[in-house]
């Protein structure tokens, strides 16, 4: 009996990972932070480099207590894949103020090494982006939070970009993305500062998705008669989300299919506003479908004489968000803007 309990528990003991193929414990590795990834080099002898050989390196300075100690083990870990790494995507996240000795580290490994996917969390400071990084040819992908552009870009092959709180600080009056991303198909910008412009462009051949988030006048955010224009042949789906109703100039979007609009107004110029407000839903006109939120149906609502005016819409099926604690009827006149040109005004959902 002794022996048989003996031989169950050798069996439980087999080491049935080490013996997967190593492409696949690779693949497993680059799920984890690069801090953890490298402590499996201790498990066995054939694991003592595998992790070298990751496809995400991904480095968080919130693994590490002291951004001291962070700093050492990104500087050993970019060392020791200075001449052979493998990683696709590299992912570095910083808390805090990061110095320049670190920044040009990560943007040097970035940029030698042909990265496709690139996602860089700056800190709290926003520090400039490098020319070097800038005129990066290999890029594919790019998710940036908390950096300044003080030069323009030109990413040939760059088909996504994600901004979050980022400055552009460029001497200009006018910023147009299509003169340095050719090929960009999607776009995101969520809190950026843009003050330093009068005009705004959002255009590109190739845009199908644009997804904007917290624009509004002040607060680091447009500049007062700021214009915004956006043009994308291409371009089906349209977020923009927990912002102002800003002067958007030019809307040309003939192939957009949805809509996700939430905006309010300002109240500060409430005429301006509505008219803005007006010609930002006639520039959707032949949108297929729409989710609007609460505060957009009341901004709707607060329009005088809305009922006079014609609707833009001629095939709109409506979805419309509400607080979780909050259900409200659509009111008639909103309704009646937004449903009058559409075949079957019952296509209003409320969510």
């Known amino acids: 009996m002794r022996k048989r309990s003996l031989k169950v528990s050798s069996s439980q003991h087999v080491d049935r990972l080490s013996n997967l193929p190593n ?79 670190l920044k040009k580290r990560v943007i040097y490994f970035a940029t030698v090494h042909g990265i496709d996917h690139l996602v860089l ?19 594919k992908t790019i998710k940036l939070k908390n950096a300044t552009f003080t030069t323009s870009f030109g990413f040939s092959k760059l088909t996504t970009l994600h901004l979050k709180h980022c400055l552009f600080s460029l001497v200009s009056n006018c910023f147009d993305f299509s003169d340095c991303l050719p090929n960009l198909s999607s776009l995101s910008l969520l809190g950026c500062d843009f003050t330093r412009f009068k005009v705004l462009k959002i255009s590109g051949p190739q845009l199908l998705n644009v997804t904007i988030r917290s624009m509004w006048y002040s607060y680091g955010g447009l500049s007062k008669g700021c214009k915004v224009e956006i043009s994308a042949p291409k371009l089906t789906f349209f977020s923009y989300r927990e912002s102002h109703v800003v002067d958007f100039s030019v809307i040309n979007l003939p192939s957009l299919q949805h809509a996700d609009v939430d905006v309010f107004l300002s109240y500060e110029e409430e005429n301006k506003d509505i008219q803005c407000l007006l010609k930002f839903f006639q520039g959707l006109y032949n949108v297929q479908s729409a989710t609007l939120s609460y505060s957009t149906i009341q901004a709707l609502n607060g329009v005088p004489g809305l009922e006079l005016q014609q609707s833009p819409f001629s095939r709109l099926s409506l979805k419309l968000t509400h607080p979780s604690d909050c259900s409200f009827p659509i009111p008639v006149k909103v309704a009646k803007y937004l449903c009058n040109g559409s075949p079957t005004p019952d296509t209003i959902l409320v969510e």
């Open 121 to 139: 969390d700056m800190g709290c400071k926003r520090p400039p982006v490098s020319q070097e990084l800038l005129s990066c040819q290999t890029l």
């Open 23 to 101: 492409h696949i414990i690779q693949h497993i590795l680059s799920f984890l932070d690069a801090k953890y990834a490298v402590q499996t080099s201790v498990l066995a002898k054939g694991w003592r480099n595998l992790w070298t050989s990751v496809h995400v390196l991904h480095l968080n300075s919130n693994s590490f207590r002291r951004l001291g100690c962070f700093k050492k083990f990104v500087v050993a870990v970019l060392n020791k894949l200075n001449h052979n790494s493998t990683a696709g995507t590299f992912i570095f996240s910083y808390r805090g103020r990061i110095d320049d000795y």
